[in-house]
Structures are given as C-alpha cells and as structure tokens.
C-alpha cells in the first residue's frame, strides 16, 4: 500500500491491485512460438504456411480435443 500526500497535506491510502495469468501467458507464449516453428517448417506452400499460422493460434484447443478423443470423454 502506499502513501500518497494531497495538496492539503492530508495522507490518503492508495492500493493498487494487478491481476494477471503470468505463468499461464508464459507456457501459452512458447507454445505459439513452438507450433509456428512447427507447422511453418512442415509448410510446402503459402496456403499451407497460412494455415499453419492459423493452427498455432489454436493449438490449446486442439490438444484438449485430442486428450478427450483419448479418453473417450
């Protein structure tokens, strides 16, 4: 917390809150970057390296589907 002084020398309290994912941000960045090496180096065309781009973005989603196909969920 701290201690601001205002121009009639009274103190007030200011609190301030962040919030944010950190880690989860971090794994989900480096991911993206993996899956754009990934399907880019695999691309033999620009249509192929453009949906490659477009299957990075959603690379979680995919393997979460993945998972529950596996599991038979």
Same mark, same amino acid.
């Given at each position: 917390?701290?201690?601001?002084?205002?121009?009639?020398?009274?103190? $007030?309290?200011?609190?301030?809150?962040?919030?944010?994912?950190?880690? $989860?941000?971090?794994?989900?960045?480096? %991911?993206?970057?993996?899956?754009?090496?990934?399907?880019?180096?695999?691309?033999?065309?620009?249509?192929? %390296?453009?949906?490659?781009?477009?299957?990075?973005?959603?690379?979680?989603? +995919?393997?979460?589907?993945?998972?529950?196909? +596996?599991?038979? +969920?």
């Amino acid at each position: 917390m701290a201690n601001e002084t205002t121009l009639n020398g009274q103190q $007030s309290a200011k609190q301030k809150v962040i919030q944010r994912g950190g880690a $989860s941000e971090a794994v989900y960045g480096l %991911g993206l970057i993996g899956a754009l090496v990934y399907y880019l180096s695999h691309a033999t065309s620009l249509w192929l %390296g453009v949906l490659g781009f477009l299957k990075a973005i959603v690379w979680p989603a +995919m393997l979460i589907y993945e998972v529950f196909r +596996m599991l038979n +969920m």
